[in-house]
Each structure stands twice: as structure tokens, then as C-alpha cells.
């Protein structure tokens, strides 16, 4: 296509206000609940409430933070292993110790997003 053809769509499409994502998912403290999965750490301050996209970007980049705590709001915002897919679900949290060091290298920044997508669909 001839830039002469997208131009005028890019530029209506730039005139639209943003509209910031809300809280989506399920509540990470619900989503553990669900799939029975257990040994969260800080188990206690996993939110009831459903987490927006921001949320979820502070949770997981607070070093303070165990990454798995951060990997359980994840999948919850995410509505992963709801279904069909729990089993998946549980399984990966099973492999918790196997994916833990990828996540933190995930945070650190020392993965690429290509990196990471091929290390934890496996």
C-alpha cells in the first residue's frame, strides 16, 4: 500500500483519544483459590479485587517483590487456567522453581520480549 493511502487513516486514527485499559481478569487472590494452587509467597497480600494493567506493571517490577508473587497476579489479570487451560495452569506452577530464575532475569531486563515468550510457552 502507498503511503498516500495510510497516511490520511494514521492521521484519524491519531485524533482518538486513548482510553486506559481497567482492571481485567480475575482477582489474584481468587484465581490462587481456583486452580488450589499453594506456597505464594506473601500469599496474605494477594489483591481481592481485579488488577489493571498498571497495577500488575508495578507489582512485577518491585524487587522487593518475590517474581512469583508477581507471576500469580500475571496470570490472574490474564484470566490464564480458567477453563480448558487450568490444567496448563497448574502444571507451570508446578515448574515454579524451573521459571523462577527466567523471571527474574525477565524483570532485570536481561530477557528480550522474544526471549521471554520462548521460555515460558514451553
Given at each position: 500500500m502507498s503511503k ?59 524487587k522487593d517483590q ?57
Amino acid at each position: 500500500m502507498s503511503k498516500t493511502y495510510l497516511s490520511p487513516h494514521w492521521e484519524t486514527f491519531k485524533k482518538i483519544p486513548h482510553q486506559t485499559q481497567g482492571a481485567v481478569g480475575i482477582a489474584p487472590s481468587k484465581w490462587a483459590q481456583s486452580l488450589k494452587i499453594s506456597e505464594i509467597p506473601n500469599v496474605e497480600k494477594l489483591s481481592s479485587e481485579k488488577l489493571n494493567r498498571d497495577a500488575v506493571k508495578v507489582i512485577c517490577q518491585d524487587k522487593d517483590q518475590h517474581v512469583l508473587f508477581g507471576y500469580v497476579c500475571v496470570m490472574a489479570w490474564g484470566g490464564q487456567g480458567l477453563g480448558v487451560t487450568k490444567r496448563h495452569a497448574i502444571n507451570a506452577w508446578n515448574e515454579r522453581d524451573k521459571i523462577n530464575p527466567y523471571l527474574l532475569k525477565l524483570r532485570d531486563g536481561e530477557l528480550s520480549r522474544k526471549e521471554a515468550f520462548n521460555v515460558l510457552r514451553l
